[in-house]
């Protein structure tokens, strides 16, 4: 749930081809986990993630591009009709629910 800064403009993402509303200026884990998801689970099995260290520095926060490249979803702003997946393409490691 948002509480603040209700006035920035939507935009719409799809999220595991979910449509997730978000804001001008979120980062990619604000639009996320605004939504109420969760970031991913863990390749490790040790449970749901919503990211660490919030400035990119420790790789909790990976969420993948349409086309399988990797991005920092605390540190990648959202930008409207961008399609990422929670989960890295052609891996075996859960998905987050
Ligand atoms: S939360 Fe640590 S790199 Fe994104």
Redesign the pocket.
């Given at each position: 749930m948002r509480l603040a800064e209700q006035d920035r403009a939507p935009l719409t993402l799809y999220v595991d081809g979910q449509p997730v509303t978000a804001m001008e200026g979120d980062t990619l884990?604000v639009a996320m986990l605004a939504g109420g998801r969760v970031l991913r689970t863990s390749e490790f099995g040790d449970g749901k993630r919503a990211?660490?260290?919030?400035?990119?520095?420790?790789?909790?926060?990976w969420v993948w591009s349409e086309d399988g490249g990797r991005l920092?979803?605390?540190?990648t702003p959202a930008s409207a009709g961008l399609r990422i997946s929670t989960s890295q393409p052609g891996a075996s490691w859960p998905t987050a629910k």
């Open positions: 884990m990211g660490f260290c919030l400035m990119a520095a420790c790789q909790d926060c920092r979803a605390c540190s």
